[in-house]
T-cell receptor
């Protein structure tokens, strides 16, 4: 049973436009919600996080939104750049740092 | 600066053979350590995590085991590999915050 769902396996966006990546979860007991980015043949890298007590966190071009009532997490990238092309994983973070990841969404940003 | 090493990068093993994957971390003390697996078409699945030497927590029951013989060394093992053990294995470490984890380059395991 998937606790974290990323229903779009892929997303294609034009350079300069907004990329919106979505994630739904079922378990509300986690303290942190995160996004990781992964390039082929590399390990994931931490991108941005949000605490369960907040609804928005911004870091440069990246903004994460949390809607706890809808159990929905989203990542906005504005403006999108070709170097943003990667697989993006959302994750739920537990107290021991144990993360539950979604299956990922492959973002392609076209020049 | 901290670095994390994993080896080998790729591995092809027959069904029923043993497995040993090693992960080491440099530049930090008493990190939390994690083993993840990404199977084909699936997300990253946490297999084991460790908060200290000799302390291992298993997230998914299976024929794999983990050990932490030293503070910055984490080993993933199996006595007999199954076809379903094929996948991309990733080691990670974290300090504080625990959810901000740093991943190694991974090992691509193919069981034939």
């Amino acid at each position: 049973d998937q606790q974290v769902k990323q229903n779009s396996p892929s997303l294609s966006v034009q350079e300069g436009r907004i990329s919106i990546l979505n994630c739904d979860y079922t378990n509300s007991m986690f303290d942190y919600f995160l996004w990781y980015k992964k390039y082929p043949a590399e390990g994931p890298t931490f991108l941005i996080s949000i605490s369960s007590i907040k609804d928005k966190n911004e870091d440069g071009r990246f903004t994460v939104f949390l809607n706890k009532s809808a159990k929905h997490l989203s990542l906005h990238i504005v403006p999108s750049q070709p170097g943003d092309s990667a697989v993006y994983f959302c994750a739920l973070g537990g107290s021991q740092g144990n993360l539950i990841f979604g299956k990922g969404t492959k973002l392609s940003v076209k020049p | 600066s901290q670095t994390i090493h994993q080896w080998p990068a790729t591995l092809v093993q027959p069904v029923g053979s043993p497995l040993s994957l090693e992960c080491t971390v440099e530049g930090t003390s008493n990190p939390n350590l994690y083993w993840y697996r990404q199977a084909a078409g699936r997300g990253l699945q946490l297999l084991f995590y460790s908060v200290g030497i000799g302390q291992i927590s298993s997230e998914v029951p299976q024929n794999l085991s983990a050990s932490r013989p030293q503070d910055r060394q984490f080993i993933l093992s199996s006595k007999k590999l199954l076809l379903s053990d094929s996948g991309f294995y990733l080691c990670a470490w974290s300090a504080w915050p625990l959810y901000e984890q740093y991943f190694g380059p991974g090992t691509r395991l193919t069981v034939t």
